[in-house]
């Protein structure tokens, strides 16, 4: 069983920086692959970014490549999105994900967490 908790989501203007963070539970967190997805209000689920278990492979949608930065610390049970540049579009709850095999996609992981609120205002 893992638990994820995010946080850091909060008001920012638009082209400014947010790095968001999700603490996990559990002495397992090492061998889950990491993800993040947001959701914008009506709209589904999209991928953001994932990175495996050992940190040595990352996956970004091509909507956030080059400005967001997915990482993880083992020793911490953490792992974080870092976002720059953010744009009004990246306004959404950014859900922390956990996937044992694979890396997490928008939908067909193990566990999720609550979410935290990212508005980007214009």
């Known amino acids: 069983q893992v638990q994820l908790v995010e946080s850091g989501g909060e008001l920012v203007q638009a082209g400014g920086s947010l790095r968001l963070s999700c603490a996990a539970s559990g002495r397992s967190f090492s061998i889950y692959n990491m993800g993040w997805i947001r959701q914008a209000p009506g709209k589904e689920r999209e991928f953001v970014a994932a990175?495996?278990?050992?940190?040595?492979?990352?996956s970004y949608a091509d909507s956030v490549k080059g400005r967001f930065t997915i990482s993880r610390d083992n020793a911490k049970n953490t792992v974080y999105l870092q976002m720059n540049s953010l744009k009004p579009e990246d306004t959404a709850v950014y859900y922390c994900?956990?996937?044992?095999?694979?890396?997490?996609?928008?939908?067909?992981?193990?566990?999720w967490g609550q979410g935290t609120q990212v508005t980007v205002a214009s």
């Open positions: 990175i495996s278990a050992t940190g040595t492979t990352t």
């Open positions: 994900s956990a996937r044992r095999f694979g890396l997490p996609t928008a939908s067909r992981n193990d566990y």
